[in-house]
């Protein structure tokens, strides 16, 4: 595959299974564009998460007390 994009072709001009075509090439295939995660990458992620997390648990409580009948 990367020698046939290498050379200008069209990738699936020689493909004629479907399911190779939706297997095989697509913007986020692992095999032709492996991803690249660096460290802080990974950390930015992790942080972004945790946050997240904190924020949806905080909505969470604060929607269920609300929701509760006083008495």
């Not at 479907?18 to 913007?27: A, E, I, K, Q, T």
């Not at 972004?48 to 509760?68: G, I, L």
């Amino acid at each position: 595959m990367r020698k046939l994009v290498a050379e200008g072709g069209y990738p699936l001009d020689e493909v004629t299974e479907p399911r190779l075509v939706h297997f095989d090439v697509w913007p986020g295939n692992r095999r032709l564009h492996p991803p690249t995660v660096t460290a802080a990458r990974l950390l930015y992620w992790s942080h972004w998460r945790r946050h997240h997390q904190a924020t949806a648990r905080r909505s969470h409580y604060r929607r269920r007390s609300a929701d509760e009948p006083a008495g």
